[in-house]
T-cell receptor, first 113, second 114 residues
Framework: AQTVTQSQPEMSVQEAETVTLSCTYD???????LFWYKQPPSRQMILVIR??????QNATENRFSVNFQKAAKSFSLKISDSQLGDAAMYFC??????????FGAGTRLTVKP | EPEVTQTPSHQVTQMGQEVILRCVPI?????FYWYRQILGQKVEFLVS????????KSEIFDDQFSVERPDGSNFTLKIRSTKLEDSAMYFC????????????FGEGSWLTVV
C-alpha cells in the first residue's frame, strides 16, 4: 500500500522568509503523481502544485516550488517570500493512475508578521 | 474559473438518520470522488465513480454508504443510518479525462451527527 509521511506536524516561518515542508512516500510504482494541497481555516482543499514522477524537472508555481527526489521518494515544498495568507494546513498527496489519492497527515504552517 | 460546488455546507443530523450530501462537479469532468476528513485527521479516500459506476472504494465505504449520479450534473453521497463517528468534513472532487489530470475539490460539507 502506498503511504505518505509528513514528519513535521507544525512549522513556523517569519513573513518574507523561506520555509520548506517535508514529505516522503512509499511506492513500488514508477509512474505516479504528487501534489501539495493547502487547507486554510475555511477547510477548502486548494491545489498548490503538482509533479509528475516521469518529469525530472522540479515543478514551480510562482513562490512555490518542489524538490522532487524520486530515488529517495521525497517531495518537499518550498515557499519563498512567505506571506500571511500562506498560513494553512498543507497536505502532501500521492496518486497512482486514475483513482484514489493518498494524503499525508498534514503540516500546519504558521506565518509570523 | 469552474469549480466543484457542494451542498449543504453544514448539516447536523440525529444518529440513525439518513443524510444525502450533494455535489455538482466541474461540467466537463468525468471522474468523481468523495473524500472524508475527520476533525484533526488526514483526508481519506472514500470512493471514485466513473461511467455511472463505482470504480474504486476504500474500506471505509461500507454498506452504509452509497453514491449516485441521478442526472447529468449532480453527484450524491448517501449515508443510510448515520453514526457518531460519521461526523466529518466530506469533500467531493472531480477531474477531467487523462490519467494525470488534477483532482479539484469542493469546499466540503461539514456533517455533525448528534
Amino acid at each position: 500500500a502506498q503511504t505518505v509521511t509528513q514528519s513535521q506536524p507544525e512549522m513556523s516561518v517569519q513573513e518574507a522568509e523561506t520555509v520548506t515542508l517535508s514529505c516522503t512516500y512509499d511506492t513500488s510504482e514508477s509512474d505516479y503523481y504528487l501534489f501539495w494541497y493547502k487547507q486554510p481555516p475555511s477547510r477548502q482543499m486548494i491545489l498548490v502544485i503538482r509533479q509528475e514522477a516521469y518529469k525530472q524537472q522540479n515543478a514551480t508555481e510562482n513562490r512555490f516550488s518542489v524538490n522532487f527526489q524520486k530515488a529517495a521518494k521525497s517531495f518537499s515544498l518550498k515557499i519563498s517570500d512567505s506571506q500571511l495568507g500562506d498560513a494553512a494546513m498543507y497536505f502532501c498527496a500521492y496518486r497512482r493512475g486514475p483513482n484514489d489519492m493518498r494524503f499525508g497527515a498534514g503540516t500546519r504552517l504558521t506565518v509570523k508578521p | 474559473e469552474p469549480e466543484v460546488t457542494q451542498t449543504p455546507s453544514h448539516q447536523v443530523t440525529q444518529m440513525g438518520q439518513e443524510v444525502i450530501l450533494r455535489c455538482v462537479p466541474i461540467s466537463n469532468h468525468l471522474y468523481f470522488y468523495w473524500y472524508r476528513q475527520i476533525l484533526g485527521q488526514k483526508v481519506e479516500f472514500l470512493v471514485s465513480f466513473y461511467n455511472n459506476e463505482i470504480s474504486e472504494k476504500s474500506e471505509i465505504f461500507d454498506d452504509q454508504f452509497s453514491v449516485e449520479r441521478p442526472d447529468g450534473s449532480n453527484f450524491t453521497l448517501k449515508i443510510r443510518s448515520t453514526k457518531l463517528e460519521d461526523s466529518a468534513m466530506y469533500f467531493c472532487a472531480s477531474r477531467d479525462t487523462g490519467v494525470g489530470n488534477t483532482i479539484y475539490f469542493g469546499e466540503g460539507s461539514w456533517l455533525t451527527v448528534v
